[in-house]
């Protein structure tokens, strides 16, 4: 099975630019993302920026599960010859230790912006200075640690990379009588993604109830940096 598995990821490097795909699938997510916060903001009218953030993740993802599922199934179906593996084969095959090492460092920007949240929320509210420097600082970590979470979550090709695999296994097990266990294209997504999506949820909130609580008069993220930087009226 391991020996299949290598084959058929040989042959996806070799007839397509995984990384082309993935900025492609990354840049489409982004566009939808940026879709469903501008019908909140101007349709729905939604004021809360960490209701926003959280709702546009959310819808996003999805949206990204289902091109990355659309996206596999493409790319399996133009080579023709899958061969299936050992018909006698009978071992588990979780894939837990593939393609995994692109986002084993991405729990660390979870961490670091649960860390930020737990010393704001034990600052001592007569700190008047410290508290909204201390906002502004939180807002910056936020915000590059978020975009930082995205670009591994919908721009890496990994993701794209499990799904095929599993799609074509799918593909040879319902012409042939092999008795593998397999995960299936959507644990393989989650596993591989779940982690820079904890980070930039747990950001992208932050950043929204940050901007809420110290500037309830801005609606977006670029108003708030207009605000903060002197650009626009207080």
Do not use: N
């Not at 995205?150 to 040879?172: C, G, T």
């Not at 110290?214 to 207080?234: C, D, I, N, Y």
Request: proline residues 3%; contains cysteine; glycine residues 8%.
């Amino acid at each position: 099975m391991r020996l299949w598995e290598t084959q058929v990821e040989r042959d996806l490097h070799r007839d397509h630019s995984l990384r082309t795909h993935g900025l492609l699938i990354g840049t489409f997510t982004l566009l939808l993302m940026w879709g469903v916060s501008a019908l909140q903001m101007h349709l729905l009218h939604v004021e809360s920026l960490a209701v926003r953030y959280l709702v546009t993740l959310g819808v996003g993802y999805v949206g990204y599960l289902c091109v990355l599922r659309w996206w596999a199934q493409r790319l399996v179906e133009r080579r023709t010859e899958i061969e299936a593996p050992d018909e006698d084969l009978d071992i588990r095959s979780d894939g837990s230790d593939d393609h995994g090492g692109a986002t084993d460092g991405t729990s660390a920007l979870s961490d670091v912006a649960s860390g930020a949240l737990d010393a704001a929320g034990s600052a001592d509210e007569g700190a008047i200075i410290v508290v909204p420097v201390l906002a502004i600082f939180l807002l910056c970590v936020a915000v590059v640690l978020g975009a930082g979470s995205l670009v591994l979550l919908y721009f890496s090709w990994d993701a794209l990379l499990a799904v095929a695999i599993e799609v074509a296994f799918s593909y040879v097990s319902a012409r042939a009588a092999v008795r593998v266990a397999r995960e299936g294209w959507l644990m393989a997504a989650v596993r591989l993604t779940w982690k820079p999506l904890l980070g930039a949820v747990v950001c992208a909130v932050a950043l929204g109830a940050l901007i809420d609580h110290f500037m309830p008069q801005v609606h977006s993220l670029p108003e708030a940096v207009r605000v903060l930087t002197g650009k626009a009226p207080r």
